[in-house]
């Protein structure tokens, strides 16, 4: 392959084959870009010219804001009512300024009262797939709500779908679904006998970390689901749902193997065991011992319920 951009067919067949054999599944950038807020700046050439500061200086103020971009033009897109982000408005701002969190406040609300009133699962799920206040889901082919039994003792809740789960609509189907159906088998669990979700129920873009606006946005909905199965015993896999549902800012490789609580919005207190992510002990073998750890844990826990 030369370093120049592919010209010919045959150079662009190559360049995709090479992509699709290394993953790559998408046609986005790492980070969203808000086109409704480029289209209403005005451009360079109109612009006074602004004082030039070397890139390192420029780099940390961009980035959080950028980070909210998506959310941005969702809104503008799709005009909700969230007069603070009509980019129309704020034609020349400087990125900070742009990056208002009211809209997203807005959001989370409006998904906490939605989940409040979903009185069971079926219709949870049907808020949120008529939910659009996630930018998330403007990029994602599915819904990735839950499988497994919702009768079930147990609980996992994962990080967000991936691409194999946004193409079925199920979570943990791919390379770390089958490692857990490994880890549940060790234990004499399957799906028939557990629940699993995830935190996010939309696949971020190119599998990128959720921001924090989109977890709350989305934790409503894992918590009400949470609530609504009220299972013996709740998992969580990986860092991202240990501190989403524990309340806590600590590393994953501290909590696990350590029983904490979740406690639901009426008060439930359920049993929860932080442990490693299947995908990062796909990436760090040498740790599926701690895992497995967490699991004879969980194992004694369901042995020793009335
Ligand atoms: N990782 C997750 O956290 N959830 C899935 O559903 C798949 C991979």
Same mark, same amino acid.
């Given at each position: 392959?030369?370093?120049?951009?592919?010209?010919?067919?045959?150079?662009?067949?190559?360049?995709?084959?090479?992509?699709?054999?290394?993953?790559?599944?998408?046609?986005?950038?790492?980070?969203?870009?808000?086109?409704?807020?480029?289209?209403?700046?005005?451009?360079?050439?109109?612009?006074?010219?602004?004082?030039?500061?070397?890139?390192?200086?420029?780099?940390?103020?961009?980035?959080?804001?950028?980070?909210?971009?998506?959310?941005?033009?969702?809104?503008?897109?799709?005009?909700? !009512?969230?007069?603070?982000?009509?980019?129309?408005?704020?034609?020349?701002?400087?990125?900070?300024?742009? !990056?208002?969190?009211?809209?997203?406040?807005?959001?989370?609300?409006?998904?906490?009262?939605?989940?409040?009133? !979903?009185?069971?699962?079926?219709?949870?799920?049907?808020?949120?797939?008529?939910?659009?206040?996630?930018?998330?889901?403007?990029?994602?082919?599915?819904?990735?709500?839950?499988?497994?039994?919702?009768?079930?003792?147990?609980?996992?809740?994962?990080?967000?779908?991936?691409?194999?789960?946004?193409?079925?609509?199920?979570?943990?189907?791919?390379?770390?679904?089958?490692?857990?159906?490994?880890?549940?088998?060790?234990?004499?669990?399957?799906?028939?006998?557990?629940?699993?979700?995830?935190?996010?129920?939309?696949?971020?873009?190119?599998?990128?970390?959720?921001?924090?606006?989109?977890?709350?946005?989305?934790?409503?909905?894992?918590?009400?689901?949470?609530?609504?199965?009220?299972?013996?015993?709740?998992?969580?896999?990986?860092?991202?749902?240990?501190?989403?549902?524990?309340?806590?800012?600590?590393?994953?490789?501290?909590?696990?193997?350590?029983?904490?609580?979740?406690?639901?919005?009426?008060?439930?207190?359920?049993?929860?065991?932080?442990?490693?992510?299947?995908?990062?002990?796909?990436?760090?073998?040498?740790?599926?011992?701690?895992?497995?750890?967490?699991?004879?844990?969980?194992? !004694?826990?369901?042995?020793?319920?009335?």
């Amino acid at each position: 392959m030369t370093a120049t951009a592919p010209n010919t067919p045959a150079e662009i067949a190559e360049l995709l084959a090479f992509y699709a054999s290394t993953g790559v599944d998408e046609a986005l950038e790492d980070i969203p870009i808000n086109r409704f807020a480029e289209a209403s700046r005005p451009k360079q050439s109109e612009r006074a010219p602004a004082p030039v500061a070397p890139a390192h200086e420029n780099r940390p103020q961009e980035r959080p804001s950028l980070a909210l971009r998506g959310d941005q033009s969702r809104a503008a897109g799709q005009q909700t !009512a969230s007069p603070g982000l009509d980019a129309s408005k704020v034609p020349d701002a400087p990125a900070r300024t742009v !990056a208002a969190a009211v809209p997203d406040e807005a959001q989370a609300a409006l998904a906490r009262q939605i989940a409040a009133r !979903a009185s069971t699962l079926e219709e949870l799920r049907q808020h949120m797939a008529t939910f659009d206040g996630c930018n998330l889901k403007a990029t994602a082919k599915n819904l990735v709500f839950a499988d497994g039994n919702p009768e079930a003792a147990v609980m996992l809740v994962g990080e967000a779908p991936g691409r194999d789960e946004d193409i079925e609509g199920l979570p943990f189907v791919g390379r770390s679904g089958q490692l857990l159906d490994r880890m549940l088998a060790a234990i004499g669990l399957d799906r028939t006998s557990v629940y699993i979700a995830n935190v996010i129920p939309w696949r971020p873009p190119g599998n990128r970390t959720p921001t924090p606006h989109e977890t709350e946005i989305c934790r409503p909905f894992i918590e009400r689901q949470i609530e609504l199965v009220n299972p013996k015993v709740l998992v969580n896999l990986g860092g991202p749902s240990a501190k989403t549902l524990l309340n806590t800012s600590e590393g994953i490789l501290r909590l696990r193997g350590n029983w904490r609580v979740h406690t639901t919005a009426s008060g439930i207190a359920i049993p929860a065991m932080p442990t490693l992510h299947p995908a990062y002990l796909l990436r760090t073998p040498a740790h599926k011992k701690l895992a497995w750890r967490d699991f004879l844990e969980v194992k !004694a826990k369901l042995r020793a319920l009335p």
